[in-house]
């Protein structure tokens, strides 16, 4: 597997199932609440990051009233849950490297999970910093070929400042800085294109290639931090075979 996050592309191939609908939007619920709290207020237009959390929601399919109650609490007019960020890094088997970011109401709980889980699959956590380096805080958004022209996307997408696109099998992944995502996502958008993903991600600048046993217990050690409530967003540099994906 090749392109901006190998766990993305782990769950895509294996399918969201029913039971796990209700952890999504738990975890929109919370992105929506903090982003309205710290990222500048309730009112989407002059919050990028609040503005992201809710395209996100809508893409679930999540219910106005859910997203509305979400922003209220952020902004205090509602009663809510304090959640914290927080950052934490580890490595999986054969080394992968593994950053996770957690909005938790409980640090202290958060943290012993976390720890517990990779003992479990094969990993360990690591001090804040130990694989921070080895990604870029980028802008991303994934489009089916299918779904669109190939030519006309590139050309929309180099226009609005893109960074970088990147054609797989059957996606167009493009790339963009903190900076320009907003406005490549906007041009996307006024071009009525639709896409699989859109948000701010950790792109792994190099791949850890694990097959095998090792590469076995990477996709339980991520599906577990996956399951964690804890854990919002889960990123690895590991690259594990396709056929090996679609056996699990």
């Known amino acids: 597997m090749s392109g901006h996050s190998k766990w993305s592309s782990i769950k895509h191939k294996k ?6 609908r209700g952890k999504v939007f738990t975890r929109l619920i919370k992105e929506i609440t903090v982003a309205a709290r710290m990222g500048g207020g309730g009112d989407p237009a002059s919050n990028p990051r609040l503005r992201t959390a809710i395209q996100a929601a809508k893409n679930e399919n999540m219910p106005k009233d859910n997203i509305e109650r979400a922003i209220k609490k952020g902004t205090g007019e509602l009663e809510g849950v304090n959640y914290e960020e927080s950052i934490y890094e580890g490595y999986g088997p054969g080394g992968a490297a593994v950053f ?11 943290v012993a999970d976390i720890r517990y889980i990779f003992s479990k699959n094969g990993g360990n956590l690591g001090e804040n910093g ?3 380096w080895m990604f870029d805080k980028k802008g991303y958004i994934n489009i089916e070929k299918k779904s669109v022209n190939e030519e006309k996307i590139m050309e929309i997408a180099i226009d609005a400042g893109a960074e970088d696109i990147r054609e797989e099998e059957n996606n167009i992944e493009i790339i963009t800085s903190l900076e320009d995502f907003e406005s490549v996502k906007e041009a996307i958008d006024d071009a009525s294109i639709p896409y699989l993903d859109a948000e701010i991600t950790m792109l792994p600048q190099t791949a850890a290639y694990l097959e095998g ?11 577990a931090l ?10 690895t540099n590991a690259d ?9």
């Open 15 to 20: 399918g969201a199932t029913d039971a796990k």
């Open 130 to 132: 130990c694989v921070a």
């Open 240 to 248: 594990i075979p396709d056929e090996l994906v679609n056996s699990q």
């Open 213 to 223: 046993k090792e590469a076995e217990q990477m996709i339980r050690l991520m599906e």
């Open 100 to 110: 996770i970011e957690s909005l938790t109401d409980n640090k202290n709980r958060a």
């Open 226 to 235: 996956e399951d964690c409530d804890d854990v919002q967003k889960v990123y």
